[in-house]
C-alpha cells in the first residue's frame, strides 16, 4: 500500500518530508531531484554523500591519468573532497539565489522543459 502525506509548500518552494517517510527511504542528509518526463511528476531519492556511485568514475579517471597503486587512496580522497566541496558551494549559491528570488526554481524547472 502506498502511503501519502499532504504538505504546505513555503514560499520559498520548501517542503517538509514527513520523518517516518524519510526514514524509510533512507534518507538523511542530501537527496536528488528528477523532473520525469512528463513535466508534472518530481522524484525524489535520498542521496548518500558518503557513498557515492561516482567513486567509480572517480576512479576511472585516476587510473587514466596513471596515479599508481600506492598514491589511488589518498589521490581519490582529495578528488572526492574537492568534487564535495564544489557541490556543497553550488548548493549555497541556489540557497543564495532562491532566497532573493523563490521563483528562480520554477523558472529553471520551466526552461528545461522548453528544451533550453
Do not use: C, H
Not at 597503486?69 to 578528488?79: L, P, Q, S, V
Not at 539565489?97 to 529553471?108: A, Q, T, Y
Amino acid at each position: 500500500m502506498m502511503r501519502r502525506a499532504v504538505r504546505q509548500v513555503t514560499s520559498k518552494r520548501q517542503v517538509t518530508i514527513p520523518k517516518e517517510m524519510a526514514e524509510a527511504v533512507g534518507i538523511a542528509d542530501s537527496i536528488e531531484l528528477y523532473l520525469a518526463k512528463d513535466n508534472k511528476t518530481i522524484i525524489i531519492k535520498p542521496l548518500d554523500t558518503k557513498n557515492w556511485s561516482i567513486a567509480e568514475d572517480i576512479i576511472r579517471d585516476l587510473a587514466a591519468e596513471g596515479v599508481s597503486a600506492e598514491d589511488m587512496a589518498a589521490t581519490f580522497a582529495k578528488r572526492r573532497a574537492e568534487i564535495e566541496s564544489v557541490v556543497e558551494r553550488l548548493n549555497s549559491e541556489i540557497d543564495a539565489e532562491l532566497d532573493k528570488n523563490p521563483n528562480s526554481g520554477r523558472e529553471f524547472l520551466q526552461s528545461l522543459s522548453k528544451g533550453r
